[in-house]
């Protein structure tokens, strides 16, 4: 996998719409990139966390998954089970808009990255660390010159982020096995990792080339 490479930070020319109007940017890559998060404004503010598979933002979290909507029902009464046993939801959930948040708050073809659709982004863009308005991050510059910032925004519940305010993760759509999925997450010694699917994360969306409004 190919590693973050430490450029000089260029010029940043980016703005994301409010409302329901988000720009979708052309790196040169399979899918157009989304220049801010889900629930932002702007590219360096870091919207709204979400666990994966929930389109319900910032959702009080625990260290039992009582709070998590895709927790089994081990007993059969109907009740959310409190023990860290999750229901299976698909291998992919990218577009659906019962699970994915990009597509359930943006729509218009947004989806949340796949686990590939990220390591395509690590692989053919060139990463620099950066600052953008007192925000740290990345700023991601694709084989045509286009660029997007990803700010580093932390995970996990609200009271506990600014613990992990030095590492980027992500959500991707992709499922890994019946506890985690995969996130794109830097400071690790593998740019993609497998995460709990409870803890709360950003999501980066991105849209594909064919879609017309």
């Not at 997007?148 to 609200?158: D, E, H, N, S, V």
């Not at 030095?166 to 497998?194: I, K, Q």
């Not at 849209?207 to 409004?213: F, G, H, L, S, W």
Request: charged share 25%; net charge negative.
């Amino acid at each position: 996998m190919k590693k973050f490479l430490l450029l000089p930070s260029l010029a940043l020319l980016l703005s994301c719409s409010s409302g329901e109007e988000h720009n979708a940017v052309d790196l040169g890559l399979s899918v157009l990139w989304a220049d801010c998060n889900v629930g932002a404004n702007l590219p360096e503010e870091f919207g709204d966390y979400y666990s994966w598979g929930d389109i319900m933002a910032n959702r009080p979290y625990g260290d039992d998954c009582s709070a998590y909507p895709h927790c089994k029902d081990l007993d059969g009464n109907g009740k959310i089970s409190t023990s860290n046993e999750f229901s299976y939801i698909g291998d992919d959930i990218s577009g659906k808009e019962q699970y994915d948040a990009a597509t359930a708050k943006w729509g218009n073809g947004w989806k949340m990255p796949t686990k590939a659709q990220f390591e395509e982004l690590l692989e053919k863009c060139s990463w620099a660390p950066c600052e953008k308005n007192g925000v740290k991050g990345y700023q991601v510059v694709g084989p045509n010159g286009n660029s997007i910032f990803l700010p580093i925004a932390g995970y996990g519940p609200a009271e506990r982020r600014a613990d992990s305010k030095d590492e980027l993760f992500y959500w991707t759509s992709t499922f890994e096995n019946s506890e985690d999925a995969w996130a794109l997450c830097s400071g690790r010694r593998d740019p993609v990792c497998d995460m709990d699917r409870p803890i709360p994360a950003p999501i980066r969306p991105v849209k594909i080339r064919e879609y017309k409004e």
